[in-house]
DNA sequence: TCTCGAATAT
DNA sequence: AATATTCGAG
């Protein structure tokens, strides 16, 4: 008896502290209440959900406690622990998902962390909560799989989520916009890869980064945006920014049209390297002058940390068959001139 | 019609 | 700043 009480105080409190993670996480998507009201209202009420049956719990009797713990540990909880686990277990169950990974947590904190920043950490964290999963999963799954987790947790809300999802969809073909697509740090990791392949962010295409990169879901639009970004960052970051104090910083190197941090590349480290055999360029050359011509010796701009554009760059290692020359054609105005070949050999 | 890159919008 | 969308060109 007093085993089932404790029990079910145990069970409240783990509900109360799943209310109050939600009614956190509420307050920080609250800020984007334009792109994910649906999500708001979701988060809503599912708080809502919980504080009634914390409520229930709290007046009911043993027996209707002994119900509540299989309510909460059945239903309100296991969704806390969905939505926290979303991000590690689902994220990759693909096939091809290699190498990735590892760096990712470990590099992720190098500077601080503690607790003083609570705030952005946490913020980015949960920024992360919802935007990792996704890069190898197609949208649709995605957000089926949010819905999953609600509909889960009480059936009386599928009318209401399905209501959603389908006005949701309905406006969205109509008017809004597509939800934002997050470069999580492997799926750049993946686009590095593929523009290095491709010999470039100058010659790479996105329609080839995207078949290179071959991630479900992703569109051209998407790797389009996201060279488009890459090759402005690329450029010579305004001259007029002085990196004071930096100046102590890394020396980089162009590789295939890559910056890479020079010790990377000097230290044989060298992942894979662009053997350009094209007439005109030589693809590695040092940063004095690079082969975008004006972009002299710019340290790479930085990018999100986690972003590492000084790319750790990995070239797939997983398929030992790896050693093939790819034959790239690449015709980009950006080079201003002809249509050339690359050869790139992976190792 | 498709793809691209630049410009622009959110 | 990051991503999406639009627009004109090829």
């Known amino acids: 008896m007093i085993k089932k009480i404790s029990n079910m105080d145990y069970n409240q409190e ?22 994910l009201p649906l999500c708001i ?15 229930e719990t709290a007046t009911d009797n043993v027996y209707g406690q002994s119900e509540c713990s299989e309510q909460t540990t059945g239903q309100c909880t296991p969704v806390l622990e969905q939505f926290l686990t979303i991000k590690d277990s689902s994220t990759f169950n693909e096939e091809e998902v290699e190498e990735e990974f590892e760096d990712e947590q470990g590099n992720h904190d190098p500077e601080n ?13 949960s920024v992360q909560l919802w935007n990792q999963p996704d890069p190898l999963l197609p949208k649709e799954e995605q957000s089926q799989q949010m819905m999953e987790t609600v509909v889960k947790r009480d059936e009386s809300m599928r009318e209401d989520a399905n209501a959603m999802a389908n006005s949701g969809e309905r406006r969205r073909r ?8 997050c ?16 010999g470039g962010p ?11 990169m ?12 996201h060279l488009q970004k890459y090759r402005l960052h690329t450029r010579r970051p305004s001259q007029t920014v002085p990196n004071n104090g930096n100046s102590q910083k890394q020396h980089f190197v162009v590789v295939g049209g890559l910056w890479v941090p020079q010790s990377d590349y000097s230290a044989g480290k060298t992942t894979g390297r ?14 004095t002058d690079g082969i975008y011509g004006a972009m002299a010796a710019p340290p790479p701009p930085q990018w999100p940390s986690h972003f590492n554009f000084t790319p750790s760059i990995i070239v797939e290692e997983g398929s030992g068959s790896h050693s093939e020359e790819v034959v790239v054609r690449c015709s980009s105005p950006a080079m201003s001139s002809s249509t050339r070949n690359y050869y790139v050999t992976k190792n």
């Not at 783990?14 to 792109?35: N, P, T």
């Open 214 to 225: 071959k991630v479900d879901g992703l569109t051209n639009d998407e790797v389009k945006s």
């Open 174 to 181: 109509e008017t809004e916009r597509k939800q934002r697509r």
């Open 41 to 55: 209202d979701l988060v809503t009420q599912a708080i809502e959900r919980c504080k009634k049956e914390i409520t």
């Open 14 to 35: 783990r509900c109360g502290q799943y209310i109050e993670a939600l009614e956190e996480e509420r307050r920080k998507i609250l800020v984007f209440q334009r792109e």
């Open 113 to 125: 962390d503690p607790e003083d920043k609570n705030m952005k950490s946490d913020w980015l964290k």
């Open 274 to 287: 662009a053997t350009t055999s094209g007439t005109t360029t030589t693809t590695t050359t040092t940063t």
């Open 183 to 198: 470069w999580s740090s492997q799926l750049h990791r993946r686009f590095l890869n593929a523009l290095q392949h491709l």
């Open 202 to 212: 100058h010659v790479a295409t996105p329609k080839q980064i995207r078949e290179l």
